[in-house]
């Protein structure tokens, strides 16, 4: 392998040969569709039953996957639903949270986190995260006040948020806990899988992430009332023969039979995925060890990372944005975390009003760059992952 010390080439923005001669694949496990998802798809539509409830010769996609998803997931409920937003949703109603109740949440969270809440009539509080970009047990506990009914932790880029010392909080001020699986599928904290570690867990399947069916979310609890609920929501309220307890009123927020087709064969390989990205994690974590400068986020379970993206900080903003603009030019796909926390979306903070925000953790993010690390990685796609941050964390040491 090429070393630091021994690189043949200069910089492809210097205009030297890129360390990857093609862009490198990023979409998780869309990159891989293939005969197994057109397989399941054309079995619903052969049958011309495209809705979940009922059809004329119904293939039941949803359910089974559904039923599949409880078992790898090791929790007893799950249901499929038309987004991880809409999963969010479901997830506040059926927990019981109302209107004017405050939701603590990580600065680093996707957008859908405030804007569900806010959409459920609740208020979402934002909370420093650590330095390896996850919810702060200890910072956490100061945004806690009189209003406040549940914590959501949101499990960023593959990494499992400290459980333990969540749930000690939530105890104490008797608190929920629900969680944000959405970028974390097939995560582990201490041997259990994230999902089923609070009152309820969501996950998503949009297009990006690890199992994907371009847009789909799902609902999982170990807590039978709390699924009944759910049931009742995500369907308007319609009385069905699975249906039991009070009925909820809702949404129409479904998943149809294709997207449930879709779904069913990406889960089916996930532990393939899972395994692959695991292992390119690992090789491309250990070519950043050579580097000082280049320092991969601290998480309280390395172990438990699903291995869908490596998050490299930098000593500074300038310093990340070179190292960025290096890695592209080699054929790498990479961009800062996010260009915004939570709260910085424009539609988010005309509606907030005062609210107290997180500096420290809008400074880190200015200086953490992510590359994507999708199961489609060839052999040669690593090497030459491998080969261009070499070549530019070298750079970077001149």
């Avoid at 937003?85 to 997830?91: C, D, G, M």
């Avoid at 949270?97 to 806010?118: K, Q, R, T």
């Amino acid at each position: 392998m090429t070393t630091p010390e021994n690189l043949p080439e200069p910089l492809a923005i210097d205009g030297g040969p890129p360390a990857c001669p093609e862009p490198l694949p990023f979409m998780g496990g869309a990159d891989l569709i293939g005969e197994e998802e057109r397989k399941e798809v054309l079995e619903v539509i052969d049958s011309q039953s495209l809705f979940r409830y009922y059809g004329t010769d119904s293939r039941w996609k949803v359910k089974t996957f559904e039923e599949e998803f409880a078992q790898f997931v090791q929790i007893p409920h799950a249901l499929a639903v038309s987004s991880g937003t809409a999963a969010l949703r479901i997830a506040f109603h059926a927990c019981g949270l109302e209107a004017g109740d405050e939701i603590v949440m990580p600065a680093f969270a996707f957008l859908a986190c405030p804007a569900s809440a806010m959409t459920c009539g609740l208020r979402p509080i934002f909370a420093e995260c650590t330095e390896g970009l996850l919810l702060d047990p200890d910072r956490l506990e100061q945004r806690i006040t009189a209003q406040t009914r549940a914590i959501l932790v949101v499990h960023m880029v593959g990494a499992a948020t400290d459980m333990e010392k969540i749930n000690e909080v939530a105890q104490r001020h008797s608190l929920m806990v629900i969680e944000d699986c959405a970028q974390s599928f097939g995560t582990s904290f201490r041997g259990q899988l994230v999902g089923g570690l609070g009152r309820a867990g969501i996950f998503s399947l949009q297009a990006m992430k690890t199992i994907s069916s371009g847009e789909g979310g799902v609902v999982v609890t170990h807590d039978s009332a709390i699924h009944h609920r759910a049931l009742w929501y995500h369907d308007l309220g319609f009385q069905r023969p699975d249906r039991e307890g009070p009925a909820l009123v809702g949404e129409n927020l479904r998943m149809g039979e294709l997207a449930g087709a879709v779904a069913l064969a990406q889960l089916r390989k996930a532990p393939t995925f899972l395994e692959k990205m695991r292992l390119t994690h690992s090789r491309v974590r250990q070519a950043t060890e050579a580097f000082d400068h280049l320092q991969v986020r601290k998480v309280p379970d390395p172990a438990g990372d699903n291995g869908s993206a490596l998050i490299i900080e930098l000593p500074d903003k300038d310093q990340g944005n070179r190292f960025r603009k290096a890695l592209r030019a080699e054929n790498i796909r990479c961009d800062r975390c996010s260009d915004k926390l939570a709260y910085q979306y424009p539609v988010i903070l005309e509606a907030m009003g005062e609210f107290e925000k997180c500096p420290e953790t809008e400074a880190r993010l200015q200086r953490c760059v992510m590359i994507p690390l999708s199961p489609a990685l060839k052999e040669e796609h690593v090497n030459g992952l491998i080969l261009g941050i070499q070549k530019v964390g070298a750079s970077l040491q001149q």
